[in-house]
C-alpha cells in the first residue's frame, strides 16, 4: 500500500470545498463555532458509518453502485440546492432563528452528500482492501480516515472564526457566493455538465 498516496488523498477529498465543508463555514459566520461544532460531530459519525458500511458491504456495493449512485445523485442535488437557498436567505429576517447547522443535519448530510459517498465507496476497496484482508486493518481504517474527515472539518471551523468578522461585513456577498458554489455542486452531481 502506498501510505503517501493514500493519505493525499484522503485529506485532499476531505479538505476540498464542498456540500459539507461550506455549510460549516457559512453556519460558523451566522452561529459561530461552538454551535458549528454540533454539525461538524454529527458529520464526522456519520462519515465513519458510511466508511465502515463500505468496508463491510463492499462486494454487495460493488454490484449495486450504479442504482444508488444515480438515486443519491438526484437526491443530494435536491438537497443542495434546498441548502443553497437556505444560505442565501441567512441575514434575512424570515431565517434569521433558524440554525441549519445541528447534529442531526451534520449527520444526514453525509447520506446524501454524493462527494461523501464516493469518497467512501472508492477509498477502502481502492486503498485498504487490496493489502489487508482483517477486520481489525478494515477497522483501523475506518477510524484514521474518520479522524482526517474530523480535522478537515474542524479546519473549515476555524478557517471560518478566523476570517468571522469579515465574513460577517460580507454577508450578503459571501452568502450568495456560497450558494453559488452549492448549486454549482448540485449541477455537478446531478450528470447535467
Avoid: D
Avoid at 455549510?23 to 462519515?47: D, E, N
Amino acid at each position: 500500500m502506498n501510505l503517501t498516496s493514500f493519505l493525499i488523498y484522503c485529506v485532499v477529498v476531505t479538505i476540498t470545498p464542498g456540500p459539507t465543508n461550506i455549510v460549516i463555514l457559512s453556519s460558523v459566520q451566522h452561529f459561530g463555532a461552538r454551535k458549528t461544532m454540533q454539525y461538524v460531530y454529527g458529520a464526522t459519525i456519520a462519515f465513519g458509518l458510511l466508511l465502515a458500511t463500505s468496508s463491510i458491504l463492499n462486494r454487495i456495493l460493488v454490484e449495486i453502485i450504479p442504482n444508488i449512485l444515480s438515486i443519491m445523485r438526484i437526491i443530494g442535488g435536491f438537497y443542495m440546492l434546498y441548502l443553497a437557498y437556505q444560505i442565501y436567505q441567512m441575514g434575512s429576517t424570515e431565517t434569521k432563528n433558524h440554525q441549519p447547522a445541528n447534529f442531526v443535519s451534520g449527520l444526514l448530510m453525509q447520506f446524501v452528500n454524493p462527494k461523501v459517498l464516493l469518497f467512501t465507496v472508492t477509498v477502502i476497496p481502492s486503498y485498504v482492501l487490496p493489502y489487508y484482508t482483517s477486520s481489525l486493518a478494515s477497522f483501523l481504517f475506518v477510524i484514521i480516515i474518520s479522524v482526517i474527515g474530523f480535522l478537515a472539518f474542524t479546519t473549515w471551523v476555524i478557517f471560518g472564526t478566523i476570517f468571522r468578522s469579515y465574513l460577517q461585513n460580507h454577508q450578503k456577498v459571501i452568502n450568495v457566493l456560497m450558494a453559488l458554489f452549492l448549486v454549482y455542486s448540485a449541477i455537478l452531481v446531478s450528470g447535467i455538465l
